[in-house]
């Protein structure tokens, strides 16, 4: 049984993992970050300092049995070099990130893209845990063995039939409530707006044709199911592009909203609220 784990970043996504799985002493886990750290989370207004202290990649030999990247996507360029020197043959990568198509970058074999539902914000030297614990993977051979390795966990792996479908339909999650909150700077109670509301609804419906262009099949009803898990989100949540703004941070718009942009130039399809969205994201991040 695999046993040996990693966690490369130590960001919100990556704390919140290691808070997760650490309740199973029979893991031995390791996280990386880019300095050395304590890892503190705060669950319901508490503190909770984990047993863990982070590690430098660079520095690792060591072969391991699983290994989360949960870095931004843009930062993945800088964590290739180093994947070869902690991998084995038999190595599971799960890249817990934001967008698609990351999978492709890393010639490792088992190296699958989940679908990410752990919501928390990195706030100083502390991660607070707002909700969910679940990643979705494909159906096969490595992502069952991955599921029954973390059974005695607090995460939720669940292998899904329909991934694909699954992980268009966390793009478009992330287009609607990323894009909204990220340019008006605001947090999850700006949807209480009229005007925003309505140009998140056309931003949903282009997304959606690209994605049924692109072979899924989303309707109107997906967009009520998006509405109502924006709806069940509290006012003062943010999203991680909302927090990359506000810190004037690089942010993750080429894996989202560019994707997205990219496969409707390839359809030509008409997009005009996505096209002016992208345009706003990429103007952020330009010379930045």
Known sequence: ???NIAI???GAVGSILLHLISNDKSLNIDIFATNNRDINLQIDNKKISLPYKTQMLKESSKKYDVIFITTKAYTLKDIIPYIDNITHPETTIIICQNGYS???RITHPNTFHA???????KKDDIVIYFRDNQLVLPNNAHTKKLQSIFLNTDLDITISDDYLQQIWFKLLVNLG???MTALTKNTAQVLKVEEVNQVLNQLLKEGIKVANKDGLTFNDDTIDEILNIYNGYPDHMGTSM????QENALTEFEFIQGYIYTRARHHQLNTPIL???YALLKGYQYNR
């Open 1 to 3: 049984m695999m046993k």
């Open 8 to 10: 490369i970043g130590a």
């Open 102 to 104: 990351q999978t492709e």
């Open 115 to 121: 679908v990410v539902y752990i919501s928390g914000q």
């Open 177 to 179: 409530i990323n894009s």
């Open 242 to 245: 909302y927090y990359d703004v």
């Open 275 to 277: 096209d002016i969205v």
